[in-house]
């Protein structure tokens, strides 16, 4: 229960700072915005949003993967009993472990590529490598949230109440 509330309040964090990478990008963007209709856009812009984005939105998925709020196909599930629910939830928690395992590999496997050949930006010239780390950091909170739902769903498919 400790580490549950533990890695819950890293998720919980880690997308808080992912909504902050957010926010920066829409000031970004309404700063170019403003800017290129007095003539002045910030340059880069579509880069460090690309950047941002990306950021952020692995930043949200372990967060999302705890607290289930993942979108989900009710239809399957709507006349299921508490068991067969948590089946069906057992299978994407399975799948989010397996995506989360992929990418953290490829991705790792991709920081090496653009750290060894230097790729960079095209306009502000930013290494692309750095903005791997974090991605990664959200790709093994996301495994490890969803090792937490599958053990949480194994024993309520078990028919253990208290998962």
Known sequence: MRLRRALAAAAEIWAILGGLVLAGVVGLNLASILGGLLGHPVPGDFELTEIGTAIAVFAFL?????TRANVTADVFTMGASRIWSARMSL????????????????????????RAYGYTTAILQI???????PVLVSLALLALAAVATLTEDAATARGRRNA
């Open 62 to 66: 372990p967060w999302c993967q705890l």
């Open 127 to 133: 290494p692309l490598w750095p903005c791997f780390l």
């Open 91 to 114: 299978t994407g928690s399975l799948a989010a472990l397996t995506v989360a395992g992929v990418l953290l590999w490829r991705m790792s496997l991709g920081l090496g590529d653009q």
